[in-house]
């Protein structure tokens, strides 16, 4: 299993942006992709976004698209998500997720190691 831990959460104003950090265990990049997903109070957890580590390709969620963006640094070892023009239902814990299964990574089931989360709170 892979270690992750995300940090970069805190309190925005809505319009605002927010960069959160994974740090991983990642060392080799070959067949590796990792996500972010995010889980409101009374809400199911939902995928956000998710990078191949080799090749760095991307795929976002709808409610994403268009104002985060993934990324991934390798020589860091380590996964980014920018948010920009945050509105308060972005408001969440967001959890990065390292998987294995490539054909079904909007799912909880696609990965198998997570972090502890983050919080982000919009609200002005």
């Known amino acids: 299993q892979v270690r992750l831990v995300e940090s970069g959460g805190g309190l925005v104003q809505p319009g605002g942006s927010l960069r959160l950090s994974c740090a991983t265990s990642?060392?080799?990049?070959?067949?590796?992709?990792t996500g972010w997903f995010r889980q409101a109070p009374g809400k199911e957890r939902e995928f956000v976004a998710a990078i191949r580590w080799s090749g760095g390709d991307t795929f976002y969620a709808r409610s994403a698209a268009g104002r985060f963006t993934i990324a991934r640094d390798v020589a860091k070892s380590t996964q980014y998500l920018h948010m920009n023009r945050l509105t308060p239902e972005d408001t969440a814990i967001y959890y990065c997720?390292?998987?294995?299964?490539?054909?079904?990574?909007?799912?909880?089931?696609?990965?198998?190691?997570w972090g502890q989360g983050t919080q982000v709170t919009v609200s002005s």
């Open positions: 990642i060392r080799t990049v070959g067949g590796v992709f």
């Open positions: 997720a390292a998987g294995t299964s490539w054909d079904t990574l909007t799912t909880k089931d696609a990965y198998d190691s």
